[in-house]
């Protein structure tokens, strides 16, 4: 009898066995999250909101069919993580520039919401294997962890690469090692199983999206120049043909039972315990450490008397001017390279200049976001390009008197 329940919870297991190609269809989605949101906000010209509230929908759309499937469907679950991707990151998107929230409060905030659901998961089923994902409790714990996992690694990526001026490639470089890291730690000192799947699982998110924002990113602003939608395109077209071969070969269907694992972790609990305290104490340390070390070096390379931002925006003033001229005559082709100037600019000195006001930062952010998604548009309108232009220069002109 107990055999029978046993297999009976493995058909009808919802999520897929961790292989090779689970991480690698992870890494996809996560990239395909940070970039087609790009894509619809910027490209299509659809802005923040319109894009969050859309993909929201599609989201819950999905959700509620893959809570109605009985087993786990590649299509369906991964489908719900690529929209789950997307949708976190908008989450801290909106958090940080609709709403100017610093970074630093997102990622506490979304650090104590995953944890809160990590304690409330254990104590009610004992176990936080995703093995174990048979229940409809246990899949609501599951993706509401997801949709954290996503949203802080959304708002740990842009801190580091963006804010603390860490850089996309060296942001996605420092988290591989981190990841490495942890492998060897499973590997051959015997960190538990499932701690290391969702550390590594948390770290992916950041990893994606410095992969996503490398390719996609323009050479002037460090990376290869793909654009968000070809970037977005080859990363659907790679999970499409991952979910096929999974879905084919069906070599990603668990073939773990819960009860063993449930057994080898009350063996091991006071072990695990320890482990996961000391792995919280070296990310807090490492974390807090980082962020303090490029604080404190951007502070240094900031002119301690240069309490305002006034004098620090002449060159962005220049190239909205330049820009208006432009769309006044038409010339579409040299305000998109203008744009790009603007952004990589932009981009570069954020850390020094956000360092001084953060407030007068965040509300010029905003501005040129709208900047940039009128005039990179399929088909630019002059008439909102203008309105965009004016608007940010007027906000670019007072913070620089």
Request: overall charge positive; some cysteine; aromatic content about 10%.
């Amino acid at each position: 009898m107990q055999i029978k329940q046993n297999k009976l919870k493995i058909l009808l297991n919802k999520v897929p066995e961790v292989t090779i190609f689970f991480w690698i269809i992870k890494i996809l989605c996560t990239t395909v999250g940070e970039t087609f949101a790009d894509f619809l906000n910027f490209n299509l010209g659809f802005g923040l909101t319109l894009t969050t509230i859309i993909m929201g929908i599609a989201f819950l759309i999905v959700l509620y069919l893959q809570f109605r499937t009985t087993k786990y469907v590649p299509g369906i679950y991964w489908l719900t993580v690529v929209l789950i991707s997307v949708f976190g990151t908008l989450v801290t998107d909106n958090l940080t520039d609709g709403m100017g929230v610093p970074l630093e409060l997102s990622t506490v905030v979304f650090s104590v919401l995953l944890g809160l659901t990590f304690l409330f998961w254990y104590l009610s089923e004992k176990t936080l294997s995703i093995h174990s994902i048979f229940t409809r409790k246990r899949e609501v714990f599951y993706w509401l962890t997801i949709l954290f996992t996503f949203a802080l690694g959304t708002a740990v990526g842009d801190l580091f690469s963006e804010q603390l001026g860490l850089g996309y490639f060296n942001t996605g470089l420092t988290v591989v090692i981190i990841i490495a890291c942890v492998f060897l730690a499973w590997k051959f000192l015997k960190l538990d199983g499932i701690l290391a799947f969702w550390i590594a699982y948390i770290l992916t998110r950041p990893l994606g999206a410095s992969i996503g924002d490398y390719l996609s990113q323009t050479k002037v602003n460090g990376g290869l120049g793909l654009g968000t939608t070809v970037t977005s395109v080859i990363f659907l077209i790679a999970i499409l043909a991952v979910i096929t071969y999974l879905a084919v070969t069906k070599i990603d269907i668990t073939s773990k039972s819960e009860p063993a694992e449930i057994n080898q972790t009350n063996g091991n609990k006071k072990f695990v315990l320890t482990q996961t305290i000391v792995v919280l104490c070296i990310f807090l340390v490492v974390g807090i450490g980082g962020y303090v070390l490029r604080s404190n070096n951007i502070a240094s390379q900031t002119n301690s008397q240069q309490a305002t931002l006034s004098g620090q925006l002449t060159d962005f003033v220049k190239i909205e001017n330049d820009m208006l001229t432009n769309v006044n005559s038409n010339n579409f082709t040299t305000v998109k390279k203008r744009a790009n100037d603007l952004e990589h600019q932009w981009d570069t000195s954020e850390p020094k200049l956000r360092k001084i006001d953060s407030t007068t930062w965040t509300k010029i952010d905003g501005t040129i976001d709208v900047v940039l998604a009128a005039v990179r548009s399929g088909n630019p309108d002059a008439s909102q390009c203008k309105t965009a232009l004016n608007h940010s220069l007027s906000v670019l002109n007072g913070a620089n008197k």
